[in-house]
Structure formats: structure tokens, C-alpha cells
């Protein structure tokens, strides 16, 4: 029979009850056992919905208290030595203080590094080798789940980030580093879970290798053959689904086929439509193919007629009782549960599932394809209905947007000079020092301001009121920038709930959830915007706010706003028509607030393109035509103002040597990037490259909640200066402050300016 199967369930709840427990767990407002409750309760949630849907292959131990890359560095007992860690079983605060730092009692502790799951903004722990790790199996979460299920009559598939992946990911921290042992280590932790899993009694464990869609040599293919040859021995009794997503395997396919495991998934959605074609021609006999039908990564109803079809020409060529349905990838990218809405436009809404209702979709695939079409024919023809609705309606489309955009011309894409012009012109206007010190762009969003935002949306204070509260709270941070010494300010954003969602309530084409949140990182939730048409701007959505911060200040104040290409990867997407035609069209919504912003006076404009490395291809073939056209979208933004006017942009947790030529030729007058975190490793990009404009390497992991001394800071600064000229270097944070608290904030960037202070009486010292 044909399985309905799900690789993954949004973690956080359909009320982020996890994001609370987790935080007041670190705020010492409640006990470590009122945590787990939580976590108990919203997994035994979680699996019951999932048996209810009628999924077949539930998956555990896709819960996680923050990452699951992480759990998977305290499974192999691979913990830094910083953290002075006394073995045994990995404790949860040793593992909170791996994801966030520490710095209490007398301990001060970085965290370790994060980055961007693949192409997605799901951010991970990235795992830390150093020398003489030695892999240890060190939690029973996967095993204390599996019982957790069983004991509620579920007997779950198992989830595991693969040992290939794991360890492809991995950083090496150090010299000396036995390679071979530690690999070798893990993979005998990996073997000896797979073993105990067996004596519980699972049938299936899912190990996630989704290295398996990136550009890999004869090497990696190689070592993942031995590393399944090996796992496939640990436990013969154990099904073993190897899971691939988030792209195509292209020439990958054969090896992922030749592993000796039960089954291989791979993604079927718009990422790799056709690939189960040339899947069911090489999969050998007894394999099960898992068919990623229905779109993990978005929120649109999936068309039940295409994926019956789809599974019913898989079944012609294996047999059904090969054929898994699944979602592309873990639903952990989607919301929770459309039910949940109550505000979405009706017309919208009816085109949207979450991922509760991702369930039912890949209930009734199954269902159609074991049973035959005539057994759903009454879902097939609604879900047609729907499909034509939203393809015709005229809601979506904009014959003004669209002629706008044929219209654009080369020198809408061209600055007026060149940089080093550029550059004399604004040192000239802006008269900064040496490490000119700026921030990012937010600062802390107290509760008040919550408050207040929250109060205006619903009614219950006006505008005016509304607008006295953002002022205040305006003038408090200009004043705070003023009495520490900062050189370039910011507004502090009180008046945004979010950096792409901000932007969207105020252009057309897009609208947005009460409760489509999703995991970001840890505790961090976002809730993305949805883009269902054609965008443009109907009147200015900054302006009012940069005029009133820069009317409280003598000093530059910054323009803030969101990059196209960071708007495009951090909303829910239109699927009907090509992702660079929709950033394009939100690039000339945000070139008109540019130019609005420089007619007001605002002689700096920060336009954050945080996401442009996370929205690469997977695949370097298909590298080109996105950095052209994400080049083009940043300039068609940022071309339209003066010389004088000096264009900053900012980019987070990324591996900038694939894209650093792009970066470039962006052109923009100021970078700031996230570095600290790394010690500035990111830089040696821009070194190599001989990157030409400004820089702000983060100096202030804004990520933890710890504070970074003057001392830390100057280091960081001088090893950035040793690799980058020091006349470029911009003083600043990693990136925005308004996930942190003030009491965190005031000290730490106290101690930044201190930095910039020290490095400016360093270099005047040096030049006499």
C-alpha cells in the first residue's frame, strides 16, 4: 500500500508556546521540569494531530529546544572545551550556553557559531571540531521520544541529521585534528544509536542528508557509500530513509540510489519537479521511493490532481507498495495552522495551507493514489477550482507594475562616479572619523513599545497617540546615541515589528498572517509576509520617521530599509510566476523610497540585503543568473541618488567567498557584516577578493545575550585591520539590537565606541 509519510512538524507551537517556555526558562522565570512539560506536551500535540491526519510514518525527535544540528553535537558528546563540559549525558544548560554564550558566576563563555540552513533562514549551530574530540553518545533524547511516542500507541520514524551532512557542515577548530579517527568515531555513535533504536523496537529511522543536492567530488560520494555500508550492517533490521530536499540530485542520483538502505526521499516540489522520472529509471528493485509532494518550504494548496498524477506514474513503473507521499522537505519551514487565521483576506486565504493542513493534503494524495482518482474526484475538482482561481484572478496582476519593469534601462543600474570619487565627495560632506561607529538599525523593542504597536493595530489608541509613543521613543534612543558617542545614528525602528514585514503592510501584492509564524533561530520566531501579486508602492513608508529621528540631531542620522532580494527570501513567495521577476518588481518599489529618502535630507540610506547569500543555488550552475540578477536588483535600488549621498547595505551569517565578486559589484559604499562570532574568519573573503569600498566587520555577537568587553572588541578590530586597510573599517554590531534588552544593549555598545576610541589613538600613535 502507499504510505502517507512526514519528514518533520513545525516545533514552536501554534501559539509559539515554545518560544515562551524556552525564554522564561533563561530568564529564570521558570524551573528546568516546567520547560520539559512543555516540550512533553507539545510533541504528544504534535503526534497525536499527525495520527489523526492519517500519517502513517510520524517522525520523532524533530522537536528540539532550539536546533537540531545541535542536538545532534550533544548526541556525539562533541562539545567544545571551552564550555567545560564534565561528560556524561550533555546537560541543557551546557547546551543553551553552546547555542547562546554564557556569561554568569564568574564565566564567560562565547557561543558557538550559526548560519543559515542551507537555502532557507532557518539558522544552525554550526558543529566545532577540535583536537582531540572524542565521539561519545552522550543524550537519550532520541531514545527517551521514541518511547514517548510509543507509550501514547505511535510508533514513530526516527529523524537524525545525517553523519555525512553533520560533518560536511562541521568547522574545523584548531590544528592537529585527527580527521580520520573523528569520522570514524561519529559514525560508530551513529551505529551504535541505529542499534539501540532497533532493541526498542523501530522500524524506520529517517536520516536527513541533504549534502546529497549540493556539488559533491568523488570523495564525499565515496565516503558516503562507506559510511551507509557501514550503518546498513549496525542494525539489518532497521529501515533506513535516506532524505534528501531543498534541491534536485542531480548527478547525485545514481549514488544516492546505490546506498543500501530501504528508501531514498526526494524533493518533487518546484525545487525539483521532474526528478522522479529519472528517479524511477535507475532505483533499484525493493527500494521505496518517497515522493516530496507537497511544498514544505510555502504556504499555497498544493494541486491534488498534478501530485495524484505524479504518484500515479510512479506506481506504474515500482508498484504502490514502493510509493511514500511526503511534504518536500520538514514542515518545520511553514506555519503551524491556517485554522488559526481569522484575519486573511477570505479570497487569499482559500489559496493557503499551512502545515496542518499539509497533512491532510498528503493524506488525500495517498488516498488518490492507492485508491485511484475516482476515489477523491470530488477533492480533485475543488482543489482545480482553486488552482483557477487564483491563476485568474485579477487581484494578482498589474499591467502598470509590469510595463514599469519592462521600461528599466541601463543607467537606472549605473552610480553616477565611481567609488573612489564617490568616496572623496562623501568624506568631504559627512566629515566622520576613523572607525566611524554606527548600529545596524533597531535597538531594544521594549514592551511598552510592543504595547503600543499592538494598541494601534487594534484600535484601542489613535494615530496620534501612536505616533507620541514611536517619537518618544526616538528621541531616547538619539539622546542614548548622543551621550555614548556614536558617530552615524539610527532611529531605532520602534515603529517596525520586523524588517521585511514592515515593508510589506505598505506595498501592494503582499499580505499577512495574525499567527503564520516560523522558527528562525532558537527562540527567535518570524512571521513571514505573503506575497500573492504584483508589487509596487503606493506612497512613502520611511520618510515621515527619518525626517522626525533627523530633526532631534545634529549628527548623520542613517535611512533604513530592506533589500529586494532580503524582502524576497524572507516572505511566503508567489509560485505562479519566476522569483526574479517578483524581486525586480520589489526593487523599484524600494528605488522609489530611496530617492524619497534623499529628497528629505537623509544623507546616509542603509538598504539591508542580510539574505542575499542565503539565496544562492545550491547548485554553482545555477549561481550566475541569480548574482546577475541580484546584482541588478540592489543597483536598480541604490543608483537613483547623488553622490554625496553614501549607500550602505549589511548582510548576515553567510560564507562570503562564493559571492564575494558579486558583493563588489554591488557597489555599495558601506558593507557591514556579521563576524564576530566567526573572529572575523569571514573577512579573508574581502581580503583575497581586495574588496575596494568600506566595511563594517560586526564586532558585537548581538545573537547572546552576553556582553563583550572594550578588550574583546580591540581585538577583534585589530585582527580586521591586519587583513583589511584600516582607512575602510566601520565600527559596528553584528546586526539589529531589537531582540536584546537594554541592560545588554547600553554596556556593550559603551564599549564599542570605547573600542573605536582606542583603535583611533592606536592609529594616530602609530602614524607619528
Not at 402 to 419: G, H, N
Not at 736 to 762: C, D, F, H, S, Y
Amino acid at each position: 500500500m502507499v504510505l502517507a509519510t512526514n519528514l518533520g512538524f513545525p516545533r514552536i507551537g501554534a501559539n509559539r508556546e515554545l518560544k515562551k517556555a524556552v525564554e522564561a526558562y533563561w530568564k529564570g522565570k521558570s524551573s528546568q521540569q516546567e520547560l520539559l512539560a512543555t516540550g512533553k506536551e507539545l510533541r504528544t500535540r504534535n503526534w497525536k494531530l499527525q495520527q489523526k491526519a492519517g500519517i502513517d510514518h510520524i517522525p520523532s525527535n524533530d522537536f528540539s529546544f532550539y536546533d537540531q544540528v545541535l542536538d545532534m553535537i550533544a548526541t556525539l558528546g562533541l562539545v567544545p572545551e571551552r564550555y567545560k563540559w564534565s561528560g556524561g549525558n550533555v546537560d541543557l544548560d551546557t547546551y543553551f550556553a553552546m547555542a547562546r554564550g554564557r556569561q554568569q558566576g564568574g564565566v564567560d563563555v562565547t557561543a558557538m557559531e550559526m548560519t543559515k540552513w542551507f537555502d532557507t533562514n532557518y539558522h544552525y549551530i554550526v558543529p566545532e571540531f577540535e583536537k582531540g574530540m572524542k565521539p561519545k553518545l552522550s543524550s537519550t533524547k532520541i531514545f527517551d521520544q521514541f518511547e514517548e511516542a510509543k507509550a501514547l500507541g505511535i510508533t514513530t520514524r526516527l529523524v537524525l541529521v545525517g553523519p555525512c551532512t553533520f560533518a560536511f557542515l562541521a568547522k574545523n577548530k584548531g590544528d592537529g585534528i585527527d580527521q580520520h579517527k573523528l569520522w570514524d568515531g561519529i559514525v560508530g555513535v551513529y551505529e551504535e544509536i541505529l542499534k539501540k533504536l532497533s532493541a526498542q523496537g523501530a522500524e524506520w529511522v529517517q536520516i536527513d542528508e541533504p549534502m546529497l543536492v549540493l556539488d559533491l567530488g568523488e570523495q564525499a560520494r565515496t565516503g558516503l557509500k562507506q559510511c551507509y555500508a557501514r550503518l546498513a550492517k549496525a542494525a539489518p533490521g532497521l529501515k533506513i530513509l535516506v532524505a534528501t530536499y531543498f534541491e534536485g540530485l542531480r548527478d547525485n542520483m545514481q549514488t544516492a540510489f546505490s546506498l543500501p538502505v530501504a528508501g531514498v526521499h526526494i524533493d518533487c516540489s518546484n525545487r525539483a519537479p521532474h526528478q522522479y522520472k529519472d528517479a524511477v529509471s535507475i532505483i533499484p528493485e525493493g527500494m521505496v521511493l518517497s515522493l516530496g509532494l507537497v511544498d514544505g518550504r510555502n504556504i499555497w494548496k498544493n494541486n491534488i490532481h498534478q501530485s495524484v498524477e505524479i504518484a500515479e506514474f510512479v506506481e506504474s513503473h515500482i508498484g504502490k507498495d514502493r510509493v511514500m507521499i511526503a511534504p518536500s522537505c520538514s514542515l518545520l519551514h511553514t506555519p503551524v495552522d491556517l485554522a488559526h487565521e481569522d484575519a486573511l483576506d477570505p479570497a487569499i486565504k482559500k489559496w493557503m495551507a499551512y502545515a496542518t493542513q499539509k497533512l491532510d493534503e498528503i493524506a488525500l494524495i495517498k488516498k488518490g493514489a492507492e485508491k485511484g482518482r475516482a476515489a477523491i474526484q470530488k477533492e480533485i475538482e475543488a482543489s482545480d477550482d482553486v488552482q483557477e482561481d487564483r491563476r485568474t484572478s485579477k487581484r494578482i496582476h498589474s499591467d502598470a507594475v509590469k510595463k514599469r519593469v519592462a521600461a528599466i534601462t541601463p543607467d537606472m543600474k549605473k552610480r553616477k562616479s565611481p567609488f573612489a570619487q564617490r568616496q572623496k565627495i562623501q568624506r568631504a560632506a559627512l566629515k566622520l572619523p576613523a572607525f566611524p561607529t554606527t548600529s545596524i538599525g533597531s535597538f531594544p523593542q521594549t514592551q511598552e513599545i510592543r504595547k503600543a504597536r499592538a494598541d494601534f493595530k487594534a484600535g484601542t489608541i489613535d494615530k496620534a497617540a501612536y505616533n507620541t509613543a514611536m517619537e518618544k521613543e526616538i528621541r531616547h534612543v538619539v539622546k542614548y546615541q548622543e551621550d555614548i558617542g556614536i558617530d552615524v545614528f539610527v532611529h531605532g525602528e520602534p515603529e517596525r515589528n520586523d524588517m521585511v514585514e514592515y515593508f510589506g503592510e505598505q506595498l501592494s501584492g503582499f499580505t499577512f498572517s495574525k499567527n503564520g509564524w516560523v522558527q528562525s533561530y532558537g527562540s527567535r520566531c518570524v512571521k513571514p509576509p505573503i506575497i500573492f501579486g504584483d508589487v509596487s508602492r503606493p506612497e512613502p513608508m520611511t520618510v515621515e520617521w527619518s525626517k522626525y529621528a533627523q530633526s532631534q540631531t545634529k549628527k548623520v542620522m542613517k535611512g533604513m530599509l530592506t533589500g529586494p532580494i532580503t524582502i524576497l527570501q524572507w516572505s511566503f513567495v508567489r509560485d505562479d510566476q519566476p522569483r526574479s521577476d517578483t524581486s525586480r518588481q520589489i526593487a523599484l518599489a524600494i528605488r522609489d523610497e530611496v530617492a524619497d529618502l534623499e529628497k528629505a535630507g537623509i544623507k546616509i540610506i542603509q538598504i539591508d540585503e542580510a539574505a542575499i547569500r542565503e539565496g544562492l543555488p545550491l547548485r554553482k550552475e545555477d549561481w550566475k543568473q541569480y548574482l546577475k540578477n541580484a546584482v541588478e536588483d540592489f543597483r536598480i535600488t541604490s543608483c537613483c541618488v547623488a553622490d554625496t549621498t553614501q549607500i550602505h547595505t549589511h548582510m548576515c551569517y553567510s560564507e562570503f567567498n562564493d559571492i564575494i565578486g558579486a558583493i563588489g559589484d554591488m557597489d555599495a559604499d558601506v558593507i557591514s557584516i556579521e563576524t564576530s562570532r566567526s573572529h572575523m574568519e569571514l573577512l579573508d573573503a574581502f581580503v583575497e577578493y581586495k574588496y575596494p569600498n568600506e566595511i563594517g566587520p560586526g564586532v558585537y555577537d548581538i545573537h547572546s545575550p552576553r556582553v563583550p568587553g572594550t578588550d574583546e572588541m580591540v581585538a577583534l578590530l585589530e585582527t580586521a585591520a591586519k587583513v583589511i586597510d584600516p582607512d575602510l573599517l566601520w565600527v559596528n554590531p553584528d546586526c539589529g539590537l531589537k531582540t536584546r534588552g537594554w541592560a545588554e544593549v547600553e554596556p556593550a555598545l559603551k564599549n564599542m565606541v570605547e573600542a573605536a576610541q582606542i583603535m583611533r589613538r592606536k592609529a594616530k600613535s602609530a602614524a607619528a
